[in-house]
Structure formats: structure tokens, C-alpha cells
């Protein structure tokens, strides 16, 4: 169990070198990492580690193996960082937040 352990750590070590450099809109998505929209892991690389831009990214699971799109990811990766807050909110008085509509594009 703990070699697998091991081995997950440095898989995800390596996919977070691949985004280290990337200028994130969203700080939550900079701090939480890329969730993978597919299997829902956090072994998402980037396929050109030098790329800065959020929306150049081209990414790739080490988990399954998908290759999904930049915007999918976000709005995934955003959705899972800020689900107990999202949750915990409509739960204690249907308050809005702590995702609100993108005002250039409109998701959430």
C-alpha cells in the first residue's frame, strides 16, 4: 500500500511541474490543482510545460488517459474545490456563492 502511495505522490508531483508555471485566473484552481473531468483525479500534466497561458493549455490524465478541454477542466476543477462551501451554504440558508457567474461567459 505504501509503495502505491509513493508512487501516486510522485505522479502527481510531476503533473504539478508541468502547470507550476501557468498564469491561473482563479486562485482556487491555482492552490486546489486540475481535477480531471473524466475519472475525477488529480493526475492532469500539461503536454507543453513550458506554456503559461491558462488558455493554451492542452492536458492530459495519467489516470485514464483522456485529453480533455481547457474550459471543462476548469469549470470541473472548480465545481470539486468549491463543493463543501457550495454545499454547506445552500444547506444553512440558500445563499448564493462561493461560485457566481462568470460575468464574460456566464458559467458558474
Known amino acids: 500500500m505504501l509503495k502505491i502511495e509513493k508512487l501516486y505522490v510522485t505522479e502527481i508531483d510531476l503533473c504539478l511541474e508541468t502547470i507550476r508555471n501557468v498564469?491561473?485566473?482563479?486562485?482556487?484552481?491555482?492552490?486546489?490543482?486540475?481535477?480531471?473531468?473524466?475519472?475525477?483525479?488529480?493526475?492532469?500534466?500539461?503536454?507543453?510545460?513550458?506554456n503559461t497561458k491558462q488558455e493554451e493549455m492542452q492536458l492530459a490524465c495519467r489516470t485514464c488517459g483522456a485529453e480533455p478541454d481547457t474550459e471543462t477542466t476548469l469549470l470541473f476543477t472548480l465545481s470539486e474545490a468549491t463543493f463543501s462551501k457550495t454545499y454547506i451554504r445552500v444547506k444553512?440558508?440558500?445563499?448564493?456563492?462561493?461560485?457566481?457567474?462568470?460575468?464574460?461567459?456566464?458559467?458558474?
Open 92 to 108: 444553512d440558508g440558500g445563499e448564493d456563492g462561493p461560485c457566481l457567474p462568470c460575468p464574460e461567459c456566464s458559467n458558474e
Open 23 to 50: 498564469n491561473f485566473h482563479s486562485h482556487t484552481v491555482d492552490s486546489y490543482g486540475l481535477v480531471c473531468p473524466v475519472c475525477n483525479m488529480k493526475l492532469l500534466a500539461q503536454k507543453d510545460s513550458e
